[in-house]
């Protein structure tokens, strides 16, 4: 089943003599339960690809279908609350709410559309996480990695269709960085989660089971690990 199609999306920026097109016809399609990488160097379009995909920017040219919705039918107010639901944003900064527990910060997006969790997949992901013994704490008593592990969380909590993770080890040190690719790859194999990886570096994308380059816009790479 496809969870992701990009058809022919193309990101145009400027005017006239001006324009530069950050994306230029990508195709691409991902499978549920895939985990994917995708890399590129600075200025390549990944961080413009992973905009569109998360409905935060739309594209020139081209469609982008998610979960079976195609996202340019969005309006603003639509794109937001689909983006809360079907789509899980990890950053390389946690931007977890600092005067809330660990708990409270997991549960915010249900907590915005005034839901209950499901207790039982709850502790799952906060069991799959190590985070069973944190969640009345504050994100200040926290390590980076503990934080990101609770972002991760987060975007988990509401099953989304699609998590979409760029640099998440960006701001780690080496220890921390490999316990949250694990975490990815443990909420992947345990959930069943579906990942899109944004990264540059080349040992992280090599965790995944597809790595995808982008450069100049394009696609000049997908490869298959396994």
């Not at 413009?48 to 039918?73: A, C, F, M, N, Y």
């Not at 190590?130 to 969380?153: E, F, H, K, N, Y």
């Not at 269709?161 to 790859?185: C, F, H, V, W, Y």
């Amino acid at each position: 089943m496809d969870i992701l199609k990009c058809e022919g999306v193309r990101k145009v920026y400027g005017s006239g003599n001006n324009q530069v097109a950050a994306l230029n016809g990508i195709n691409l399609t991902v499978s549920k339960g895939e985990f994917v990488a995708i890399v590129g160097a600075s200025g390549s379009g990944k961080s413009t690809l992973l905009h569109i995909l998360g409905s935060v920017d739309k594209p020139t040219e081209g469609r982008v279908t998610i979960d079976g919705t195609d996202l340019s039918q969005l309006n603003q107010t639509q794109a937001a609350i689909f983006r809360r639901r079907k789509v899980g944003l990890v950053y390389q900064f946690y931007n977890l709410i600092p005067t809330l527990t660990v708990r409270k910060n997991i549960l915010m997006p249900l907590s915005l559309d005034k839901k209950k969790p499901n207790q039982e997949y709850f502790e799952k992901v906060i069991c799959s996480l190590g985070l069973s013994d944190r969640l009345d704490a504050m994100p200040s008593q926290l390590s980076g990695g503990q934080q990101q592990r609770v972002a991760i969380a987060r975007s988990l909590i509401y099953r989304p269709a699609l998590l979409l993770a760029d640099e998440p080890t960006g701001n780690l040190d080496q220890k921390n960085s490999r316990e949250i690719i694990d975490m990815l790859k443990l909420s992947n194999r345990n959930l069943e989660q579906t990942i899109l990886l944004i990264t540059h570096d080349e040992k992280v994308a090599l965790e995944a089971e597809r790595i995808i380059t982008i450069e100049d816009g394009h696609i000049i790479r997908d490869e298959r690990r396994r």
